[in-house]
């Protein structure tokens, strides 16, 4: 749905790349590796991305630096929105709904570094979990949003390796 408002599919793995993490940086040549695209796509999208003020660039030794701007007025508003194209609203919403005594809800792996693979992996901590539910709750997911989820079950917290996405004891 996003692809048609969004035509240059560049733009939309950028804003991917640097949206779903505002911790994410990239540079031109690894973006370019990553991406699969030639140096200059990457540069033109880049260099629009930086005008309009959503991406800001840090040099770094001999290489330059790419990452979100956080203090752009739509930065929270294109976060929400990258998120929700991802699915991972309706995830969490699915895993807080029936989970149980959930703690913690961290997005792991290539998506939480930015790289949309199509997999979704999440860590969900806490008590008295419904381990019966979650073989449901992936192949559920898994329809909704069209990417693959795994969910990964621990009772004890997790110290934040990915991006938090629910952590009930800071009320996040």
Known sequence: MLESLITSKTRL???????????????LRGLADE???S???IRKELNNLTQAGFLVKESEKNKIAYRANVNHPFFFNIQEIIRKYLG?????????DRMGEVSQV???GDLSKGIDSGKIDVVVTGDNLNESYILNLSNKIEEMIDRKVVLTLLAERMLSTGLVLFD???GA
């Open 13 to 27: 793995r950028l804003l991917v790349k640097f949206f779903v993490n505002s911790k994410t940086q990239g540079h």
């Open 168 to 170: 009930k004891e800071v």
């Open 88 to 96: 991972l609203d309706k995830l969490l919403e699915q895993i807080l």
């Open 39 to 41: 140096t200059n796509a």
């Open 106 to 108: 961290i997005l792991v």
């Open 35 to 37: 991406f699969g695209e």
